[in-house]
């Protein structure tokens, strides 16, 4: 069964950036659509962004210009693949825990399928 483990996270200032990583333990990333989403304390999930062969796709418009998602499938030899999520301008809304999870096709209302244990983000001074 794939794993998806994802790792980055911290506390961060309003206005900085951080780099999150979701290691997928697949040969070749074409085959999957991996997406972000996020959950914060007493908050319902909010699907990002996704990425998949065909390129990118944005979910809410919050994370638009702030938020990138990118991915390394180079090496088809080995089954470590990564998917990034790179976030700038960091709100306060922004914290929540982060997860990256796997879906049949990238699209807001497409259901997650897996997805790792999350990594914390907090926004904060």
């Known amino acids: 069964q794939m794993e998806l483990v994802e790792s980055g996270g911290g506390l961060v200032q309003p206005g900085g950036s951080r780099t999150l990583s979701c290691a997928v333990s697949?040969?070749?990333?074409?085959?999957?659509?991996i997406a972000w989403f996020r959950q914060a304390p007493g908050k319902e999930r909010e699907g990002l962004l996704c990425?998949?062969?065909?390129?990118?796709?944005?979910?809410?418009?919050?994370v638009k210009g702030r938020f990138t998602i990118s991915r390394d499938n180079d090496n088809k030899n080995n089954a470590k693949k990564a998917v990034y999520l790179q976030m700038t301008n960091l709100k306060a809304e922004d914290t929540a825990v982060y997860y990256c999870?796997?879906?049949?096709?990238?699209?807001?209302?497409?259901?997650?399928?897996?997805w790792g244990q999350g990594t914390q983000v907090t926004v904060a001074s």
């Open positions: 990425i998949n062969s065909r390129g990118s796709t944005y979910f809410v418009d919050s």
């Open positions: 999870a796997t879906q049949n096709s990238c699209g807001p209302d497409h259901p997650f399928l897996y």
């Open positions: 697949v040969f070749d990333l074409d085959f999957y659509s």
